[in-house]
């Protein structure tokens, strides 16, 4: 059967409350039992006590023929005192002589008649200093009493006879009622509270994963648009902040991927039509056979740039999946810089552009992987090229400026606005001027070259001032002690 978290918690804390209060009650109840007892041990001892001192100073001495003398307890002069203290005391009070015959009765707990009763001698050889029950004494009383019994004494020595002074069982109980039914109130009214904060703090305590769990079952929906309020700064606000973060996280894949497909389908769509067009026009022979190899030049063109899409997408792949696993060695990257050049020397000419700088680069070790930071010098260098104006210069320059190692590409040419600058290194961002410039891109190029460096643990940058240059210049960490700074 399903539980809730809230019902569970609330059963668990409402369960521990109420086995805390009942076990507060039961230690009330034990120690206000043993108190009232000892207490009332305690009263009734010390009154017997008393009476018994009074029971000797009211007997009477009587002197004998040898000299001696022989005390008699006085009932007459005792009884009234008796009736006095057995009264201030509420308690049933009994006079006992040696042989064990009650001779006095004070109190409404026995009545007069069991004067002369000897049932309490079989009791009288137990009582030394004090004795006490909780009993009926020996049968004498009809319910359970509190007794306490002490000799009387003349001259401490000789025992007169005994005191018992007795009260009944129910009074304790009764007082025990009183006071535990004022406790139990007073429990009840706190367990209530205790049960109504333990209720307001559970619901606020689940609230936050209940919100939670309805953000999870939106975020399985595909609406990345909810977020979960987050409050204070314990393990739960911590929770709710990792799942907003979750969210925005989720939300930002899901917009690049619904990018990616949608610029990949328009990327692809272009050439394949244009594809399916010429090849059509061909073999309909719309097309003459002498302008046949033109437009198969075409075709080549845009099978080319399909393929270079393609291998894009794979290294793009790649790189997101983690797949991609570098060769990382000790490389020169002045040279590599020069082998890019060389392949593209014949564009470079094409456009009668100027090359500086590398002339004075000297050797740049770095470490990492060849064919990967290859392909990094190849796309600056590329767009450099592309977005270069007829008869234009680029600036190559490599130098090392403290722990790093820095390559600096500056073309002269219109420059990028401003406005998007921000996006340049984005996936499929094509600004508006490198689309009319450049029909073969797909956008990918600055993308790649961001995640190249930063995979080899540097970073990429760009300045750009319309209508005079731009500039991308990366930096990668050098390996210490090789060769001298050459800021530049």
């Given at each position: 059967?399903?539980?809730?978290?809230?019902?569970?918690?609330?059963?668990?804390?409402?369960?521990?409350?109420?086995?805390?209060?009942?076990?507060?009650?039961?230690?009330?109840?034990?120690?206000?039992?043993?108190?009232?007892?000892?207490?009332?041990?305690?009263?009734?001892?010390?009154?017997?006590?008393?009476?018994?001192?009074?029971?000797?100073?009211?007997?009477?001495?009587?002197?004998?023929?040898?000299?001696?003398?022989?005390?008699?307890?006085?009932?007459?002069?005792?009884?009234?005192?008796?009736?006095?203290?057995s009264e201030a005391i509420?308690?049933?009070?009994?006079?006992?002589n040696g042989e064990g015959r009650i001779l006095l009765v004070s109190g409404e707990g026995l009545p007069s008649s069991v004067m002369g009763d000897t049932t309490l001698a079989e009791i009288l050889p137990k009582i030394r200093e004090s004795y006490y029950e909780v009993g009926t004494l020996n049968g004498l009383y009809d319910t359970r009493q509190y007794t306490a019994a002490v000799p009387v004494l003349i001259n401490d020595r000789v025992a007169l006879g005994y005191v018992f002074a007795s009260a009944p069982a129910d009074i304790l109980a009764q007082t025990l009622h009183a006071n535990l039914r004022i406790y139990l109130m007073s429990v009840l009214g706190a367990l209530l509270l205790s049960l109504i904060f333990v209720w307001v703090m559970t619901y606020?305590?689940?609230r936050p994963l209940r919100e939670m769990a309805a953000a999870t079952r939106s975020f399985a929906r595909g609406d990345f648009s909810t977020r979960v309020k987050v409050?204070?700064?314990?393990?739960?606000?911590?929770?709710?902040?990792?799942?907003?973060?979750?969210?925005?996280?989720?939300?930002?894949?899901?917009?690049?991927?619904?990018?990616?497909i949608a610029n990949v389908s328009h990327e692809l769509k272009t050439p394949m039509t244009t594809i399916a067009g010429f090849v059509d026009s061909m073999l309909d022979g719309t097309v003459p056979r002498e302008k046949q190899a033109h437009y198969m030049r075409i075709v080549s063109d845009e099978v080319k740039r399909l393929s270079r899409m393609v291998r894009s997408m794979l290294d793009l792949s790649r790189i997101d999946s983690g797949e991609l696993k570098m060769n990382t060695r000790r490389l020169d990257l002045t040279e590599a810089m020069?082998?890019?050049?060389?392949?593209?020397e014949q564009r470079i000419e094409q456009k009668r552009l100027t090359v500086t700088g590398i002339e004075d680069c000297q050797r740049m070790e770095v470490e990492g992987d060849y064919d990967l930071l290859s392909q990094v010098l190849y796309n600056l260098l590329d767009n450099a090229i592309k977005f270069t104006n007829e008869r234009?210069?680029?600036?190559?320059?490599?130098?090392?400026?403290?722990?790093?190692?820095?390559?600096?590409?500056?073309?002269?040419?219109?420059?990028?606005?401003?406005?998007?600058?921000?996006q340049i290194f984005e996936r499929f961002y094509k600004s508006d001027r490198s689309r009319s410039l450049d029909k073969n891109?797909?956008?990918?190029?600055?993308?790649?070259?961001?995640?190249?460096?930063?995979?080899?643990?540097?970073?990429i940058t760009v300045r750009s001032v319309e209508g005079e240059f731009t500039e991308f210049c990366f930096w990668l960490p050098a390996p210490p002690g090789r060769l001298p700074d050459t800021v530049q």
């Open positions: 059967m399903y539980k809730s978290v809230f019902s569970k918690y609330l059963s668990i804390i409402s369960a521990v409350v109420i086995v805390g209060f009942l076990a507060m009650t039961l230690l009330q109840v034990i120690f206000t039992t043993t108190a009232l007892a000892g207490e009332k041990k305690e009263l009734l001892m010390e009154n017997a006590q008393s009476i018994a001192h009074h029971t000797a100073l009211s007997a009477t001495a009587t002197p004998t023929r040898d000299h001696r003398v022989v005390y008699h307890l006085n009932e007459e002069r005792l009884s009234p005192i008796l009736n006095m203290l509420d308690a049933t009070v009994l006079v006992v606020r305590f689940v409050v204070g700064k314990d393990e739960v606000a911590e929770l709710a902040e990792a799942l907003n973060s979750m969210a925005v996280s989720l939300s930002s894949v899901e917009s690049m991927r619904r990018s990616f020069c082998s890019v050049l060389v392949a593209s234009g210069q680029i600036d190559i320059r490599l130098y090392r400026a403290g722990e790093r190692v820095y390559t600096a590409i500056r073309n002269t040419g219109d420059g990028i606005p401003a406005s998007e600058m921000p891109g797909v956008g990918l190029g600055l993308y790649i070259v961001q995640t190249v460096v930063r995979l080899h643990g540097g970073e």
